[in-house]
Nanobody, 122 residues
Framework: QVQLVESGGGLVQAGGSLRLSCVAS????????MGWYRQAPGKVRELVAS???????DYADSVRGRFTISRDNAKNTMYLQMNSLKPEDTAVYYC????????????????WGQGTQVTVSS
């Protein structure tokens, strides 16, 4: 089994910053693509940023220039540095990872974390 655990959410004023972390653990053989998603009340879950195993990144237009995604492959950890936060960034943020898990045979996985709340006050 592969597990993802997010941390770093909280309450911040508009214009402030937060750094989210996502740690992967368990029967990991490899972690390929990783991503941060968010879901605000009454809205569908949306992709915020993604990063490949080699470090190529992509961002939603709404966060480009304000958020930075990164990962430390040695620590199986992904980060999201969020600057210049806006009230519309308020949501539950989820990390996602896909790759291969160890076992009698390698198994493909696609896992989600439990989510961490980010609230930006105006």
């Amino acid at each position: 089994q592969v597990q993802l655990v997010e941390s770093g959410g909280g309450l911040v004023q508009a214009g402030g910053s937060l750094r989210l972390s996502c740690v992967a653990s368990g029967s990991i053989f490899s972690i390929n693509d990783m991503g941060w998603y968010r879901q605000a009340p009454g809205k569908v879950r949306e992709l915020v940023a993604s990063i490949t195993e080699n470090g190529a990144t992509d961002y939603a237009d709404s966060v480009r220039g304000r958020f930075t995604i990164s990962r430390d492959n040695a620590k199986n950890t992904m980060y999201l540095q969020m600057n210049s936060l806006k009230p519309e960034d308020t949501a539950v943020y989820y990390c996602n990872a896909e790759g291969w898990a160890t076992g009698s045979l390698l198994r493909r996985y696609n896992k989600w974390g439990q989510g961490t709340q980010v609230t930006v006050s105006s």
